[in-house]
């Protein structure tokens, strides 16, 4: 099977713009989770989607939002980008179904810079 | 809230040297608890999860962890290490019930000397 694939992989963008990051999961999953990843913070949970609703949120500002679609396609999308939003984030799928395990597999990230 | 402590921001240890790293969590039940492995650029790398059963528990590349609920402690154990075993290693917790949220620590980084 495919892996966890996220575009773009890499993305730079100034201050006060919005971007969208893309996530597909490995096939058959139908949760996908979102992680941002910095030197400071760490890693910290963005949000949880599984059958196209959100099911987890993290402590993340409104400006941070996401959706899946009946494909199990992510998207999280930021708006009136910070500074401080320059991070790696990652996506991760996980089976979630009744009878599965929680394990989640990672995609290799995309790493967004904020000029 | 559930919160995973990893004591060791780095870490050196020779080639051929055993290595343990440190993992400490708070969780009001018995949490799901992974090893996962970051080389530089990457993604993240499952190493072993601890779902229930054996508190014993194997993974990739060697690793095993040992889960100890009185000391609230998942550490990462390989009785000998490679060189390309540099790496950062996370520790994460998950709840049970209620979908997919990981807790991190903040990591230890491996270096290994040749």
């Known amino acids: 099977k495919a892996g966890v694939t996220q575009t773009p992989r890499y993305l730079i963008k100034t201050r006060g713009q919005q971007v969208t990051l893309s996530c597909s999961p490995i096939s058959g999953h139908r949760s996908v989770s979102w992680y941002q990843q910095t030197p400071g913070q760490g890693l910290q949970f963005l949000f949880e989607y599984f059958s196209e609703t959100q099911r987890n949120k993290g402590n993340f500002p409104g400006r941070f939002s996401g959706r899946q679609f009946s494909n199990s396609r992510s998207e999280m999308n930021v708006s009136t980008l910070e500074l401080g939003d320059s991070a790696l984030y990652l996506c991760a799928s996980s089976p979630s179904g009744q009878g599965t395990s929680n394990e989640q597999f990672f995609g290799p990230g995309t790493r967004l810079t904020v000029l | 809230a559930q919160s995973v402590t990893q004591p060791d921001i780095h870490i050196t240890v020779s080639e051929g040297a055993s290595l343990e790293l440190r993992c400490n969590y708070s969780y009001g039940a018995t949490p799901y608890l992974f090893w996962y492995v970051q080389s530089p650029g990457q993604g993240l790398q499952l190493l072993l999860k601890?779902?229930?059963?054996?508190?014993l528990v194997q993974g990739i590349k060697g690793f095993e962890a040992e889960f100890k609920r009185s000391q609230s402690s998942f550490n990462l154990r390989k009785p000998s290490v490679h060189w390309s075993d540099a790496a950062e290693y996370f520790c994460?917790?998950?709840?049970?019930?209620?979908?997919?949220?990981?807790?991190f620590g903040t990591g230890t980084q491996l270096k290994v000397e040749l």
């Open positions: 994460a917790v998950g709840a049970r019930g209620g979908g997919n949220k990981l807790t």
């Open positions: 601890y779902f229930s059963g054996d508190t």
